[in-house]
């Protein structure tokens, strides 16, 4: 991806926004709106669990065609054969993690600072998450950074960044303006009645 080629929409399905429904219904209706990359997140879930919930959703992904990485856990990614993980600042360090899954799975990092971004893309991250950008429901940790800081972002590093944390449809031309490669949200999709609809709205504004 290339930061001229159009916005791409990343859906973060989160199982604690699944409000009940069916996670692979979810994903299924998310991916007919047209969404082409999934990362999958469970950190209150068991490893068992979080396991025999991936799997089904990895053969649909695979059966779409759509990219499945799995937040946080090498060892889920590795065990339902999916495309990549995404790490945060605590987990596996990227050398370990990159060691386990191999030159040819993805590996995404979150970053908060400039620092982080230049350590991540140096390590042979394959693309950074940045944020929050907005204040999240599902990022309450830390403030946000806001787009300006995006911009700097986007002028410090060459791999692809994604942007995170409390973006819409109302703010989301404003992401756009930093020039990132993705949006990643989760509740702007999760939260909504009908998710392919929200998933649909969101991609149509990303590639306007």
Known sequence: ???S????????????????????????????????HIQYRAKNLSKRDAYFNALPLKALAHRSGVTLVINDRVDLAMAVDADGVHLGQEDLPLSAARALLGPKRIIGISVHTLEQAREAEAGG???????????????????PLGCELLKQFRREVRIPIMAIGGISATNVRQVMAAKVDGVAVASAVLSQPDVAAATAELIAILHS
């Open 1 to 3: 991806m290339k930061p």
């Open 5 to 36: 080629a159009p916005t791409h929409l990343y859906l973060i399905l989160d199982h604690d926004l699944l409000a009940g429904r069916s996670l692979v219904d979810v994903a299924a209706a998310a991916i007919s709106g047209g969404v082409k």
């Open 125 to 143: 991250a394959d693309y950074l998450g940045i944020g929050p950008v907005f204040s999240s429901t599902t990022k309450q940790a830390r403030p």
